[in-house]
């Protein structure tokens, strides 16, 4: 071999060498790419996977404030609906009291049943009846009667305007009110009586 073969021979280990480095090294630059291509699809799937799991949750949480806003208007519409139908049977009750005192015959069966039950509670001696103005003197002295039957030693009628329907009778500090607004005094009892029959009073 001469001297322009070897120089030529040299040559090519050269570049044949050089070849086989850069190719190292483009394989090393690939492989160094994809393992960061793969670092960054992994990184971004996880954002992805954490912002699907954050807004589900968002929308879970926005569904239950939703749920818990509808429930709690379904609860106050409820409510209010059934103190509408409360006010509706307490204004009946009154009117129908009110009504029941003007017939003779049930205005008899109130007073009559109240004095019963008086003078069973009551002590005996010196009563004292409140009742509305023009109530018919034949009924107070039926009363009278009823109450000298069972007991009780006199009997004092006394008209009350501020008394729409009923009446009160009292002996000493003990008093048993069985006039419309005693009737109605206690708003909780006369509801809690209503409710039994709420389905009724639709206003």
């Known amino acids: 071999m001469n001297r322009e073969q070897a120089a030529a021979a040299l040559l090519q280990v050269i570049a044949d060498n050089r070849e086989a480095k850069c190719q190292a090294l483009r394989e090393h630059a690939a492989s160094e790419?994809?393992?960061?291509?793969?670092?960054?699809?992994?990184?971004?799937r996880e954002q992805v996977r954490a912002e699907l799991e954050e807004t589900r949750k968002r929308d879970r949480e926005q569904r239950a404030r939703t749920e818990a806003q509808q429930r709690r208007r379904e609860r106050l519409a409820r409510e209010q609906d059934l103190k509408a139908r409360l006010d509706e049977g307490a204004r009946q009750v009154k009117e129908l009291l009110a009504q029941?005192?003007?017939?003779?015959?049930?205005?008899?069966?109130?007073?009559?049943?109240?004095?019963?039950?008086?003078?069973?509670?009551?002590?005996?001696?010196?009563?004292?009846?409140?009742?509305?103005?023009?109530?018919?003197?034949?009924?107070?002295?039926?009363?009278?009667?009823l109450l000298l039957e069972r007991g009780v030693g006199?009997?004092?009628f006394v008209p009350d305007q501020a008394i729409a329907a009923g009446v009160?009778?009292?002996?000493?500090?003990?008093?048993?009110?069985?006039?419309?607004?005693?009737?109605?005094?206690?708003?909780?009892?006369?509801e809690a009586r209503l409710l039994f029959h709420v389905e009724d009073l639709r206003p």
């Open 168 to 190: 009160r009778l009292s002996s000493g500090n003990a008093v048993f009110d069985v006039t419309l607004s005693g009737l109605l005094a206690d708003r909780t009892a006369v």
């Open 100 to 145: 029941s005192w003007q017939d003779p015959v049930e205005r008899w069966t109130w007073v009559e049943g109240a004095a019963l039950r008086a003078a069973a509670m009551l002590p005996a001696g010196r009563w004292e009846i409140a009742h509305p103005g023009g109530w018919p003197k034949p009924e107070r002295e039926r009363l009278r009667q």
């Open 33 to 44: 790419a994809r393992a960061i291509l793969k670092q960054a699809h992994a990184g971004a």
């Open 154 to 156: 006199t009997a004092d």
